[in-house]
């Protein structure tokens, strides 16, 4: 996030798409919520009716993979107004023209059709982001799960620097991380193309300077991301995987294609449960949970938070960096760690943007990156004098369908998605009955329209499938999804939906796969 | 600045300031039932009762603002006697099963009645009789031990934005409900069991698999292990066991929680959880130690890179680990192992 979580209670106006915030973010979703009660206006752009678009001032009921043109027909409305914040686009960005043009063919009337929307509740949102004071972009995975989620992430974006809402309370594009740490596995460099701190892997002074750190030569070469490194296994290009806490058998795209490449490699897999993919390993290390070591968690507001050993792990598993270290050496790296404050100390050497950052300074309250020195109080707000890169740069972005059509073979589209009761694979919440009672089983929502010309109700079981595969699941029946969209909830293995979605399809940045959009079609089950 | 006297201590505190707040200041402590924060106050329970010099009647400290030159006496004979009152008129209707009560040792009630030497109560007369809603399955709700504080209405109303509880009926059987009367599991509630963490008594309590009193738990703070948000919590402890998560005020929180991190915690010392390193022989995954786990590992990542090189191995870190953890697992692949080949599950 640019901004700091709270700061949506300063907002005049919050555009949320692509997060179902109340369900996935809930302690969010609550603080959105409040900011509504104090006259925060609303723009919710989304496939699905969730329950903030019942509050939304504009809801705008999306097709899916469509946010490219709404976000242009947006900055069309903003820039035939004249509502953009020219001093900002003068003083402070670059590109301004370029973008303009572009935009200047998405009129609202054209992308009502492609979005599925009123071409006036298009303008209202426009005038409503545009007009407030501090606004704020808001979103999650509908926005970043597409084939071209980079740039869909770059056109609201364009909206935040066409409005001069950046750097300032309240406003910034915000997405919210749907992991724990998955801000802290980025920042550390858990990416094959940079280093600890976003320095590129092909940087010839970034590796001089790690190769010193580490005292060995290291590789310029970028690495592969996970769906290439799946396919590299099944092609038999990846002899040795090892896993640390991930599910792919449950969370990625396409799993008939992922236990195919799991199985033709060694796998090792690092977990606290016997997983969907720990049953494919090899070897399975067992490891401790989060309450039975000490570390860092990085939430979404960049903000790098304690987590303390409350209890012992079970049986002889051990804390992952412990295995980690462990492995190391026998491998004929030799490094002592005695707790994981001396591997922080370590990684605020090589992290700039953590070389202020201590154990001691952050024991009662978590401080937010970047953090140069320790007399630095840490960064609520990015961009605030100047943007990062010295001026914020448009990028002019224009619409493509999505990878996947629905098509007379595969009618529907199908999007995913998870539900407040279950939190991704369930290797966790799987195991509290309570969760288990509220959401016990998958399920496909279908629009009422749909089902009644397919012969469905509510609550029979269904067959849905794609090119991919096919599941047996529950129909809920529901006007929350629109007529030609159904949706399933990915968390569970039986029904899963990642049999369903494509793992073919990736953006060309930063390959994220397109799941939130794939062609299937729905059967009644005898 | 507005300079007040509190106890006989002077202090010095901004316009708009309530007497409550001016006392925290100087580290004085008024009793409260109903205040939170982050709410509006709503003065309900009455038991921050002080005195000022001059008034006419006993002000509730948390709604009423200082003035220059106020003086305030936080325990004076008579607000003490206020207090007393007060409490004997709960004590009137609340059952005193404090023995076998899950809240006793964080009991708001209990501790006022043990520091104002109220025993029982010297009112007779009708007790509460409703039935204990007991069909959320995180969470129970008794009203017969409900002192009507409010607390719970205004955190699901005001912070959660909830809305799925409010005061039903009016007088002697005013009792906090769902609309309709129709029970928790059909109301809007979303379990969140942010009322739960704020009842000051027995009313909205967990429903604990274990055995425990509250002074044989020890809080650790830590940070919660599901979603980006990064609530601030503190896990209570007894024997080796989380019994319970407490809500804490971390920056991107706010004291409030969700129920995944509120009450989806007994993964942690669930019977699957994995005990020993497993290593498939003949097609089937067996116990090993940890020597032969590494060995086997080491061996074929030694194999991969002799025979194809350092890019035929590669490592997926996690989202749900420590900093420090992705940090090594990096570090591993690339200083170690020798690769690029290292990505997480941030696309997922």
Known sequence: MTNSIREVKKADAIFL???????????????????????????????????????????????????????????????????????????KTENFEETAKLVEGYTPEKVAEVCGVDPEDIRRAARIYAQAERGSIVYCMGITQHHNGTENVMSLSNLALLTGNLGREGTGVNPLRGQNNVQGACDMGALPNVYPGYQP??????????????????????????????????????????????????????????????????????????????????????????????????????????????????????????????????????????????????????????????????DAVGIQWPCPTEDHPGTKILHQERCGRGVGLFMPVSYSPSGELSDEEYPLVMTTGRVLYQYHTR???????????????????????????????????????????????????????????????????????NVLTNGSVLDKYSKIPELKVCGVKIEKLA | MITVKINGFEVKVEKDTTILEAANKIGIKIPTFCHDPRLRPHGSCRICTVEVKGGRNLPTACTTPVFEGMEVETESEGVVEARKEILDLLLANHPLDCLTCQQAGR????????????????????????????????????????????????????????????????????????????????????????????????????????????????????????????????????????????????????????????????????????????IRKNGKLEEGTWEEAYELISSKIAEAKETLGPNSVAGLSSARCTTEENYLLQKLMRAVVGTNNVDHCARL
């Not at chain 1, 006259?39 to 946010?67: H, Q």
């Not at chain 1, 016990?440 to 067959?463: C, F, M, Q, T, W």
């Not at chain 2, 009507?148 to 809305?163: A, R």
């Open chain 1, 17 to 91: 798409t692509g997060s179902n915030t109340t369900e996935n973010h809930p302690v969010i979703g609550a603080q959105i919520k409040q900011a509504l009660k104090k006259g925060t206006k609303l723009i919710v752009a989304d496939p699905r009716e969730i329950e903030l678009a019942k509050y939304a001032d504009v809801f705008l009921k999306i097709k899916p993979g469509t946010s490219i043109a709404l976000s242009n027909a947006m900055m069309n409305v903003i820039i035939e107004e004249g509502l953009q914040d020219k001093e900002y686009i003068n003083e």
């Open chain 2, 107 to 278: 009991c708001a009630l209990q501790d006022l009645c043990f520091q104002y030497d109220v025993k029982e109560s010297s009112y007779g007369g009708a007790k509460k009789e409703f039935e204990i809603d007991n069909s959320n399955p995180f969470y129970y709700s008794d009203q017969n031990k409900c002192i009507l504080c409010g607390k719970c209405v205004y955190v699901c109303s005001q912070l959660q934005c909830t809305d799925a509880i409010g005061f039903a009926e009016r007088g002697f059987p005013t009792h906090i409900a769902t609309p309709f009367n129709q029970g928790l599991e059909e109301s809007t509630c979303v379990s969140c069991g942010n009322c739960v963490s704020v009842c000051p008594v027995g009313a909205l309590v967990p429903k604990s698999k274990e055995k425990f009193r509250y002074w044989e738990t020890s809080p650790v703070r830590t940070t919660c292990s599901y979603c980006g948000v990064g609530c601030q919590m503190d896990l209570l402890v007894k024997d080796n066991k989380i019994v319970e998560i407490q809500p804490a005020m971390g920056p991107s929180n706010e004291g409030l929680l969700c129920v995944k991190g509120k009450f989806a915690y007994n993964f942690i010392g669930h019977p699957d959880r994995l005990k020993a390193p497993l």
């Open chain 1, 427 to 497: 290797t966790m919440t799987g195991k509290t009955e309570g969760l288990n009672q509220k959401a016990p089983e998958s399920y496909v929502e279908i629009h009422p329209k749909l089902a009644e010309e397919l012969g469905i109700n509510d609550g029979e079981r269904v067959k849905v499938a794609s090119r991919r595969g096919a599941i047996e699941t529950k129909a809920k029946i529901t006007d929350i999804v629109s007529e030609k969209v159904v949706f399933i909830p990915f968390h569970w293995a039986e029904g899963a939906a």
């Open chain 1, 201 to 362: 892997v092909t940087k010839a002074e970034v590796v001089e300077k790690f190769e010193k750190a580490w005292g060995v030569d290291l590789s310029k070469e970028v690495g592969l991301t996970i769906p290439e490194i799946m396919h590299g296994a099944e092609h038999g290009d990846i002899k040795v995987l090892y896993i640390m806490g991930e599910n792919p058998m449950v969370s990625d795209p396409d799993t008939a294609h992922v236990e195919k490449a799991l199985k033709k490699t060694f796998l090792v897999v690092q977990d606290i449960f016997l997983t969907e993919t720990a049953e494919l390993a090899d070897v399975v290390l067992p490891a401790a949970a989060f309450a039975e070591k000490d570390g860092t968690f990085v939430n979404s507001e960049r903000r790098v938070q304690k987590i303390r050993k409350a209890v012992n792990a079970p049986g002889v598993a051990k804390a992952d960096w412990v295995i980690l270290m462990e492995l190391m050496n026998k491998l004929g790296y030799n490094k002592e760690y005695n707790n994981p404050s001396e591997i922080f100390e370590e990684i605020r050497m090589v992290t700039p943007q953590y070389a202020g950052i201590t154990y001691d300074r952050i």
